[in-house]
C-alpha cells in the first residue's frame, strides 16, 4: 500500500476539515509499504516544484522550532482470490 501525507503549521488556522484526500494528495508526499517500515521524510510544506504546476504551491521549509501538524491518508494494494485489483481505502474521517 501507499502512504500519504501532508503537514501544515500548527498556527496556521488550518483545520482538519481543511485537508481532504486530494489536499493531502497534492503535498506528493509518500512513502510505499511493502512488507517493511516505510518512512516519509519531510522537509518543506509541499513536495513539488513551483515552476512545474499552474497553482500555488506552498514549499516553505519545515523549521525547526515551529509546530505542525501532519495529515495522512492511506490505500492497500490488495488483490483479491482471482488477482485482480482490490484496493482499500482509508475512510476520510478526521
Known amino acids: 500500500g501507499t502512504a500519504y501525507c501532508r503537514v501544515t503549521r500548527s498556527d496556521s488556522g488550518q483545520v482538519a476539515d481543511d485537508f481532504r484526500i486530494n489536499n493531502i494528495l497534492t503535498a506528493s508526499w509518500a512513502a510505499v509499504f511493502s512488507g517493511s517500515t516505510a518512512t516519509i521524510d519531510i522537509w518543506q510544506i509541499e513536495n513539488v516544484d513551483p515552476l512545474f504546476t499552474i497553482r500555488e504551491d506552498d514549499v ?3 523549521a525547526e522550532s515551529i509546530q505542525y ?17 482490490r484496493p482499500n481505502y482509508m475512510l476520510e474521517d478526521y
Open 60 to 62: 516553505s521549509p519545515i
Open 69 to 85: 501538524d501532519v495529515y495522512c491518508w492511506a490505500k492497500d494494494s490488495a488483490v483479491n482470490t482471482y488477482g485482480y485489483e
